[in-house]
Structure formats: structure tokens, C-alpha cells
């Protein structure tokens, strides 16, 4: 039995960089209509993910006593 080693969930860059590569191939329109919709489901977990991150970052923020702008 082979143990894999845990593989670390992409930074916020790389999920950035992930929606804006995803972004181009959408806007290409050259895509079977099933793979766009891969994509854009891909896409749009993607952007919950990083809201996410960016709204527990804010609370990090608020708790340290800053006020993000």
C-alpha cells in the first residue's frame, strides 16, 4: 500500500491566476458547449473560494484591530 503525500490547496494567487486562465478560454467561445460549462462551474467555485478567503482575511483583519478600506 502506497501512502500519498497530502497535496497543499493552491494560494489565492494561484486560484486567481486559475480563474483568469479560465476567463480567457470562456471568452475564446471556442469550447464544446460541455466543456464551457466545466469550466464556468469550475470558475464560479473558484471565485466562492477566494471570497472566502478574502472575508476570513477581513475578520483577521477587524480582530487585530484595523479597518480595512
Known amino acids: 500500500m ?3 503525500k497530502p497535496t497543499a490547496a493552491p494560494s489565492l494567487e494561484e486560484q486567481l491566476k ?3 486562465e ?3 478560454l470562456l471568452d475564446r467561445g471556442d469550447l ?3 466543456e464551457q460549462l466545466k469550466i464556468y462551474e469550475e470558475g464560479m467555485k473558484l471565485a466562492q473560494e477566494c471570497r472566502t478567503y478574502l472575508e476570513q482575511a477581513q475578520l483577521v483583519i477587524q ?3 484595523g479597518s480595512p478600506s
Open 18 to 20: 486559475r480563474l483568469e
Open 22 to 24: 479560465i476567463s480567457v
Open 2 to 4: 502506497s501512502k500519498q
Open 32 to 34: 464544446p458547449l460541455d
Open 63 to 65: 480582530k487585530l484591530g
